[in-house]
């Protein structure tokens, strides 16, 4: 295939994909408008149709996903994490809320899909913002659902973890509420998946994304830990699950490894 033939093929196959995953985008919208208008958009309604357009999105942008060990039925799910795609990948394995960073809000119809869906967004630029939503957080995790938390507080490279902040932990040690770790990475055999699929920096959304779309595909890998943890102190909690995160890290590594090796042969 020469250069030139390579590049069309490359913004076709952006072409496709940004005009499936707009449908997506759009169909899950309305879904939600719909349930708020008929009074039905409680929060079993709200994870549900948001795992069910993530799943559909994940099959339209070519998104190989592999889940390893099974999502904790209820609880605080802790995680690293890497790009805007995390949302999507967690939400495909199983019904779950999130607490989000409050920028999220403001995406074009991204925004207002995650506020449907439960999102609970906090202003990290605010230190009393983490004990404003922790009633949120409280009532997600009574209810007994899924509330997946990014702990480093921010996306970045996969290099390694960042530092665990505690605050957040604070709703699952106040209901002796279950935590679970997880870990999540990406790999693609026709890039980078460092700086073409996570998403950080100074990095900006729509070129991103539109780069992304054209990789063959992302394989993404989300591994939960079979252990589940409860606290009597948020410093603890955070430590502990730092750690636990980690170990999955570790164990992901070797294949990791084995893939990118693949990719620079081929």
Not at 168 to 182: D, I, N, R, Y
Not at 245 to 264: D, F, G, H, K, N
């Amino acid at each position: 295939m020469t250069q030139q033939a390579g590049k069309i093929r490359k913004l076709a196959r952006a072409a496709v994909r940004s005009t499936a995953l707009a449908g997506c985008v759009i169909a899950c919208l309305a879904e939600y408008l719909t349930a708020a208008s008929l009074r039905r958009l409680n929060a079993a309604n709200r994870t549900r149709i948001l795992e069910k357009w993530s799943w559909r999105v994940v099959r339209r942008i070519n998104m190989q996903l592999t889940v390893t060990g099974s999502p904790p039925g209820q609880g605080l799910i802790v995680s690293n994490h890497l790009s805007y795609l995390d949302i999507l990948v967690f939400s495909a394995a199983a019904s779950c809320a999130f607490v989000a960073k409050s920028e999220l809000r403001s995406w074009p119809v991204v925004g207002r899909i995650a506020t449907l869906g439960g999102t609970v967004f906090i202003d990290r630029t605010r230190r009393v913002a983490t004990q404003a939503i922790q009633p949120e957080m409280e009532a997600a995790l009574s209810a007994g659902h899924r509330l997946v938390l990014f702990p480093e507080g921010t996306s970045h490279d996969g290099s390694r973890l960042l530092r665990f902040h505690s605050s957040l932990f604070e709703p699952a040690v106040a209901l002796q509420a279950p935590v679970t770790a997880a870990f999540l990475t990406y790999s693609i055999t026709d890039g980078d998946a460092a700086t073409q699929v996570c998403y950080w920096g100074e990095m900006t959304l729509l070129p991103h994304l539109m780069k992304l779309l054209t990789k063959e595909s992302v394989r993404a890998t989300l591994m939960f830990s079979p252990e589940v943890f409860y606290f009597a102190d948020r410093k603890e909690a955070a430590r502990v699950m730092q750690q636990q995160v980690e170990r999955l890290r570790q164990a992901q590594l070797p294949a990791t490894a084995e893939l990118t090796a693949r990719s620079l042969v081929q």
